[in-house]
């Protein structure tokens, strides 16, 4: 079952700008832990941005800091990852991912969520 799948990658010049998409089927946004990841080739899945049940906390890690930014549409369930200034060393697979089994408060890593998109890839390179 895809539960949730990721658009709106591509190639996008350094600091360009590009806004991914996740639609979620079957479950609500709002009910669970969320995030954005990413995994550049050769390299481990590197945590972005995590969002607790209920929107109480957004958590961003350093290279998402300033530049990046996660929303949630509820109306639609969908959520969103707005990326500026971007950089070549933002070029990734980037995947979107909820914790169906468990709340935490985004102070884990990859190993808490339990469902991933498929990922979608975004290049940034002149």
């Known amino acids: 079952q895809v539960l949730v799948a990721e658009s709106g990658g591509g190639l996008v010049q350094p600091g360009g700008s590009l806004r991914l998409s996740c639609a979620a089927e079957?479950?609500?946004?709002?009910?669970?832990?969320i995030g954005w990841f990413r995994q550049a080739p050769g390299k481990g899945r590197e945590e972005l941005t995590c969002m607790t049940a209920g929107h109480e906390k957004t958590k961003y890690t350093d290279p998402a800091k300033g530049r990046f930014n996660f929303y949630v549409d509820y109306h639609t369930n969908r959520m969103y990852l707005q990326m500026n200034n971007l950089r070549p060393g933002d070029t990734a697979v980037y995947y979107c991912?909820?914790?169906?089994?468990?709340?935490?408060?985004?102070?884990?890593?990859?190993?808490?969520?339990?469902?991933w998109g498929q990922g979608t890839q975004v290049t940034v390179s002149s």
């Open positions: 079957k479950f609500t946004l709002d009910l669970v832990t």
């Open positions: 991912a909820a914790s169906l089994t468990i709340l935490h408060p985004c102070t884990g890593g990859p190993g808490d969520y339990d469902l």
